[in-house]
């Protein structure tokens, strides 16, 4: 059983930035890709992004692409989402995710293993 606790959300501005944290507890960290997907008010869970287990290949969404960087650092049992140039589409609850590496490609939330319990992100003026 992986815990998954993400951090770092909040109220900003259009064009500001945000830097949102995941700390994984409870398993190996190591033998899962991470994810993050977001669901806004009324609308399903979408993928925004995913990070292969080691070698650390990226994949994102099209509309975050440029403007977010998914990375982990495995030392510390943690993975990150940068996210810059936010806009107020954007707005939403962020969840972390561990996955099989299946998800790396099919971007499901099917094959999602752990999820945490969200932070939100709202990006307004």
């Known amino acids: 059983q992986v815990q998954l606790v993400e951090s770092g959300g909040g109220l900003v501005q259009p064009g500001d930035s945000l830097r949102l944290s995941c700390a994984a507890s409870?398993?190996?960290?190591?033998?899962?890709?991470m994810g993050w997907f977001r669901q806004a008010p009324g609308k399903e869970r979408e993928f925004v992004a995913a990070?292969?287990?080691?070698?650390?290949?990226?994949y994102y969404a099209d509309s975050v692409k440029g403007r977010f960087t998914i990375s982990r650092d495995n030392s510390k049992n943690t993975g990150y989402l940068q996210m810059n140039s936010l806009k107020p589409e954007d707005t939403a609850v962020y969840y972390c995710?561990?996955?099989?590496?299946?998800?790396?490609?099919?971007?499901?939330?099917?094959?999602?293993?752990?999820w945490g319990q969200g932070t939100q992100v709202t990006v307004s003026s």
């Open positions: 995710a561990v996955a099989s590496p299946a998800m790396l490609i099919s971007r499901s939330a099917n094959d999602v293993h752990y």
């Open positions: 409870g398993g190996t960290f190591t033998s899962y890709a």
């Open positions: 990070i292969g287990r080691i070698i650390g290949s990226t």
